[in-house]
């Protein structure tokens, strides 16, 4: 039995509410951003569109910047995308 449904019955979308109280509490995330996760769980986008998403607006991408901030990237590692345009000498 699934206690944190009504009927007892398990739903991905029980568990994800269960998730977003405990995440929503423990991250002390503010009204905006609830509404924000809010919009993005309702949305029709595909699960690994709003799974990118939640990890975009929690800043978890692992971007040069975070990498080196979580110290997998050395402290003197370029900040700079790999892809940058400064990288080939192009300037816009």
Same mark, same amino acid.
């Given at each position: 039995?699934?206690?944190?449904?009504?009927?007892?019955?398990?739903?991905?979308?029980?568990?994800?509410?269960?998730?977003?109280?405990?995440? +929503?509490?423990?991250?002390?995330?503010?009204?905006?951003?609830?509404?924000?996760?809010? +919009?993005?769980?309702?949305?029709?986008?595909?699960?690994?569109?709003?799974?990118?998403?939640?990890?975009?607006?929690?800043?978890?991408?692992?971007? !040069?910047?975070?990498?080196?901030? !979580?110290?997998?990237?050395?402290?003197?590692?370029?900040?700079?995308?790999?892809?940058?345009?400064?990288?080939?000498?192009?300037?816009?």
């Amino acid at each position: 039995m699934w206690l944190p449904d009504e009927e007892g019955i398990f739903s991905v979308k029980s568990a994800y509410y269960i998730l977003e109280n405990i995440f +929503l509490v423990e991250e002390g995330v503010g009204v905006l951003e609830e509404e924000v996760f809010s +919009l993005i769980l309702k949305s029709l986008t595909p699960s690994k569109v709003v799974a990118f998403s939640w990890s975009l607006l929690l800043d978890r991408i692992p971007t !040069r910047d975070n990498l080196a901030l !979580r110290h997998i990237l050395d402290s003197d590692a370029s900040h700079l995308c790999l892809l940058s345009p400064l990288q080939f000498g192009v300037e816009f």
